[in-house]
């Protein structure tokens, strides 16, 4: 366990700090801690150039912190900070992350500006919070012992095994629904059936997950437990008190059972059990209804989709558009989750547009909302984006632009080298890491692909996440010589 000064924040959120030895000071990067800090920190890793440590305690905040009306939750830490502090942070890291890692010259002619949130609070349309019989409570000192009880609220900082309870609002999802989870928590404990203990793995009650319409103003409720005393739960009437206090908000209740010992919501083998109502929400962007269960990859923050997605159509669309001169030219659109950029970039163009996504799940989601959407000239494919492009080599040279939404990890350099021979003539790449983004311009400038611009999106006010979306542009004149470069431009 280390005391330790902020001295200033690294991309992802790291806090940097030094704690000197006899060969010179040592860096330890501290996630989500802001610069100007003291913080207790307990070591999680020890490498030998640096370290990394997890907050246990803040315990003086920086200068440019102020006081806020929510419950301190480890899920917000910049939510201390101003929202145009927020933004100075992130965007001066971030920007240094295409300088270092993209190489990208002429930075202020490529960067065209932020996109903030709509809403800097209560945005979020899930949470999954915990229960554990090792906790405290929300007002307890932060250098308080856990202790054995009974607990729903978000995992400690620093720890995996215990629980802060949450009793009031955290200032990034329902306020109702926070303020009710004092009284869930007491529902659960007067039914005698224990919360889970994570290091002796056993236990009843473990997670309650909430998803929720901010255009329907409803809310799924999924209790997850295991089947270990569920002949003592009584199901139903769990869900007749949601339905007291909720109402017509209350869209349906699921009980889960997962007897994983994994510390994860979704459970190898288990089963769910619809108890009240339907078993989804909808949710609209653009127009469009999306009809979005338990399970289903749905953007976290719908209202700042809108204006990501809006910057997608911006790019794909921008004048002058791509000529194809191939027969039945399509636009392609790869990670394509649940289909809603794929959807939109449908309904805006007169070309057939091919989602791909690894989840059978998310694709079948995406082919329902457009049945019900009424869109046409969409094909869905359930399967891994590499392997697709390899078994259909006939796309190459009918693209215009290829969408490009992978995870945070980026795309593999073998499915990236497969993207590039399609040879679209454009491709908007929208990341949610731009480190991994910004590794990937480096590849796709090479192949002959110039970055034209860019934009940052701030879909996740608080915290340390941002996304980006780019537009690069095929010019032969660019590639780099390499044997599989030049046989892509003279192609």
Not at 2 to 13: P, Y
Not at 436 to 461: C, E, I, M, N, S
């Amino acid at each position: 366990m280390l005391e330790l000064d902020i001295l200033d924040v690294a991309f992802g959120g790291k806090g940097i700090a030094k704690v000197p030895t006899d060969d010179g000071d040592f860096t330890v990067f501290v996630p989500n801690a802001i610069a100007g800090q003291r913080v207790r920190a307990r070591v999680s890793l020890c490498k030998r150039r640096h370290a990394e440590a997890r907050i246990t305690a803040v315990l003086r905040r920086a200068p440019e912190e102020i006081e806020v009306a929510f419950q301190a939750i480890p899920g917000a830490p910049y939510i201390t900070l101003s929202l145009e502090e927020q933004r100075r942070l992130k965007e001066r890291i971030t920007l240094d992350v295409y300088r270092r890692i993209g190489e990208v010259e002429d930075i202020d002619a490529r960067y065209e500006g932020w996109v903030e949130s709509p809403s800097a609070f209560h945005y979020r349309n899930k949470m999954e919070y915990s229960f554990a019989a090792i906790g405290r409570g929300p007002d307890a000192d932060p250098d308080a012992e856990f202790g054995d009880g009974f607990h729903l609220g978000f995992k400690a900082r620093g720890t995996w095994w215990a629980v802060e309870d949450l009793e009031a609002d955290s200032g990034l999802f329902d306020p109702q629904f926070e303020g009710m989870l004092g009284d869930i928590r007491k529902w659960c404990e007067a039914s005698g059936l224990p919360a889970w203990h994570a290091p002796k793995r056993e236990g009843f009650f473990r997670f309650l997950v909430v998803r929720k319409s901010l255009d329907a103003d409803q809310l799924l409720v999924n209790l997850v437990t295991t089947s270990h005393g569920l002949e003592e739960f009584d199901a139903p009437a769990f869900g007749a008190r949601l339905k007291a206090v909720l109402g017509d908000r209350l869209a349906g209740f699921i009980h889960t059972l997962n007897d994983d010992t994994g510390e994860r919501v979704e459970a190898r083998e288990g089963s769910s059990t619809l108890i009240e109502g339907v078993d989804h929400v909808i949710e609209r962007l653009h127009g469009l209804a999306f009809e979005i269960q338990m399970k289903s990859f749905f953007q976290t923050n719908p209202q700042c989709a809108e204006r990501l997605y809006a910057q997608v159509l911006a790019y794909a669309f921008q004048e002058p558009l791509p000529l194809v001169k191939a027969e039945n030219p399509v636009i392609m659109d790869l990670f394509c989750g649940t289909g809603t950029i794929a959807q939109l970039l449908a309904r805006e163009s007169q070309h057939r547009v091919i989602g791909v996504d690894l989840i059978e799940e998310a694709i079948e989601d995406a082919r329902r909302s457009a049945a019900h959407n009424g869109i046409e000239g969409l094909e869905f494919h359930a399967a891994d984006v590499g392997r697709f492009l390899l078994d259909h080599p006939g796309y190459t040279g009918r693209i215009g632009t290829i969408v490009l939404d992978p995870p945070r990890s980026g795309i593999s350099p073998k499915s990236l080298r497969k993207v590039i021979r399609l040879r679209a003539q454009r491709i908007v790449y929208v990341s949610c890491n731009p480190a991994t983004q910004a590794r990937d311009l480096v590849t796709l400038r090479d192949a002959g692909y110039v970055l034209r611009h860019f934009k940052l999106v701030d879909q996740f006010p608080h915290t340390a996440h941002i996304e980006a979306v780019a537009l690069l542009e095929f010019d032969a004149t660019t590639v780099r010589t390499s044997p599989s470069n030049r046989e892509i431009a003279s192609s």
